[in-house]
T-cell receptor, first 112, second 115 residues
Framework: GQQLNQSPQSMFIQEGEDVSMNCTSS?????WLWYKQDPGEGPVLLIA?????ELTSNGRLTAQFGITRKDSFLNISASIPSDVGIYFC????????????FGQGTRLTINP | GAVVSQHPSRVICKSGTSVKIECRSL??????MFWYRQFPKQSLMLMAT?????????EQGVEKDKFLINHASLTLSTLTVTSAHPEDSSFYIC???????????FGQGTRLTVV
């Protein structure tokens, strides 16, 4: 079953607004990844985080790896229409066979 | 870049037949590949993890005899859906990574429809 809790599940915002979403878990991760998926396509990697406390930016996107290694957030600044899609957090568990597990996703809708 | 190519992108098959989906890492060697299944408006559910040259590790509830995974080389993994049934219809996606603790890149996905 799911080991990552992602919120919110959906967001409806106006173009130009900032967006924030996060993922939490009771398990410890050694890598956090953020992806965006468009309909009918595979997820595309946005940001990869490897160290606790790490803060990384990719253009208008900023993500952080929580100090406890159990959470991460993704911020999108000044949203534009092409930001529409589903955003997933994902992580490699420290325990076990390094499986890549996914959050439930955040569906972002932007009103022009 | 890191490109993962999945083929075919769409396939329709008859009940009882088998379908093979290929996942290739085009510009890097992938020690690990992951196979996922995704239902409409849902997240990606991990089916199995495969390491090159080893048997795949299946998630609980995934039938290994029905979903055959082969990872014969560092650039190719295949998923074969055997004796397909309509309930196997879904979006299947593969992912590949170079080594431990590195990011994973995804293929385009395969839309399987069993009629």
């Amino acid at each position: 079953g799911q080991q990552l809790n992602q919120s919110p599940q959906s967001m409806f915002i106006q173009e130009g607004e900032d967006v924030s979403m996060n993922c939490t878990s009771s398990s410890i991760f050694n890598t956090w990844l953020w992806y965006k998926q468009d309909p009918g396509e595979g997820p595309v990697l946005l940001i990869a985080l490897y160290k606790a406390g790490e803060l990384t930016s990719n253009g208008r996107l900023t993500a952080q790896f929580g100090i406890t290694r159990k959470d991460s957030f993704l911020n999108i600044s000044a949203s534009i229409p092409s930001d529409v899609g589903i955003y997933f957090c994902a992580g490699f568990l420290i325990q076990g066979a390094q499986k890549l597990v996914f959050g439930q996703g955040t569906r972002l809708t932007i009103n022009p | 870049g890191a490109v993962v190519s999945q083929h075919p992108s769409r396939v329709i098959c008859k009940s009882g037949t088998s379908v093979k989906i290929e996942c290739r890492s085009l510009d890097f060697q992938a020690t690990t590949m992951f196979w996922y299944r995704q239902f409409p408006k849902q997240s990606l559910m991990l089916m199995a993890t495969s390491n090159e040259g080893s048997k795949a590790t299946y998630e609980q509830g995934v039938e290994k005899d029905k979903f055959l995974i082969n990872h014969a080389s560092l650039t190719l993994s295949t998923l074969t859906v055997t004796s397909a049934h309509p309930e196997d219809s879904s979006f299947y996606i593969c992912s590949a990574r170079r080594q431990l603790n590195t990011e994973a890149f995804f293929g385009q996905g395969t839309r399987l429809t069993v009629v």
